[in-house]
């Protein structure tokens, strides 16, 4: 059972720390979506990867987020420095692009990280 | 950008009961996702459906786009039907990938 692994599950860390949060796409998928969910906002896209390239980012805070896929079966999502306003659950979601048809694409979720900044 | 309304925004059923969930948006969209989330925060796939109909169990979608709306049919619900259910829809002209705008979801009780 193919499944998108994200870790870690739950994450408590204090304003000003790194945080660093790692997902583990479907094996043979070669699209990535950083999404997080806060109770305000709902679900917002962060970052877009096909292929390990980064293709959208614009929902990210270019100041403090990056997001990186140093292989195909890992990407990253690190926060320096993290704030109170970056807590809520982050979610990595994988999919298939066959021949560029993004519209016929399928976005599986893993179960998210839990972050909480003090 | 595109409106992704769901309705109603809350509902509580007994066990046994059917119910329909509804996603209006405002753009023209060549896919579509359902997603519930369950009370874990698991978001789990339950119809890709860019028009037409599909059933799975008890569970049923049905995309109109050139009506732009979209509807999921939970019959003879059961408790662990509760959760959150997302509708994500793709504008059509949204660029050159699966960009998904989510709804503020149907919060959905089951209660025995």
């Known amino acids: 059972d193919a499944r998108v692994t994200q870790t870690p599950r739950h994450k408590v860390t204090e304003m000003g720390q790194e945080v660093t949060m790692r997902c583990q796409p479907i094996l043979g998928h070669n699209t990535v979506f950083w999404y997080r969910q806060t109770m305000m906002q709902g679900l917002e896209l962060l970052a877009y990867?096909?292929?390990?390239?980064?293709?959208?980012d614009s929902g990210m805070p270019k100041d403090r987020f990056s997001a990186e896929m140093p292989d195909a079966t890992l990407a990253t999502l690190k926060i320096q420095p993290s704030e109170p306003r970056d807590s809520a659950v982050y979610f990595c979601a994988s999919g298939l692009v066959i021949d560029g048809r993004v519209a016929e694409e399928t976005q599986y979720f893993g179960p998210g990280t839990r972050l909480l900044v003090l | 950008g595109i409106q992704v309304e769901q309705s109603p925004p809350d509902l509580i059923l007994q066990e046994g009961a059917n119910s329909t969930l509804r996603c209006n948006f405002s753009?023209?969209?060549?896919?579509l996702q359902w997603f519930h989330q369950n009370p874990w925060g698991q978001l789990i796939n339950l119809f890709y459906i860019p028009s037409g109909t599909k059933q799975n169990g008890r569970l049923s979608a049905t995309t109109v786009a050139t009506e732009r709306y979209s509807l999921l049919y939970i019959s003879s619900s059961q408790t662990t039907d509760s959760g959150v259910y997302f509708c994500a829809p793709r504008p059509m002209f949204s660029g050159g990938y699966n960009k998904l705008i989510f709804g503020a979801g149907t919060r959905l009780a089951v209660h025995p």
């Open positions: 990867f096909r292929n390990r390239a980064p293709l959208d």
């Open positions: 753009d023209s969209v060549n896919n």
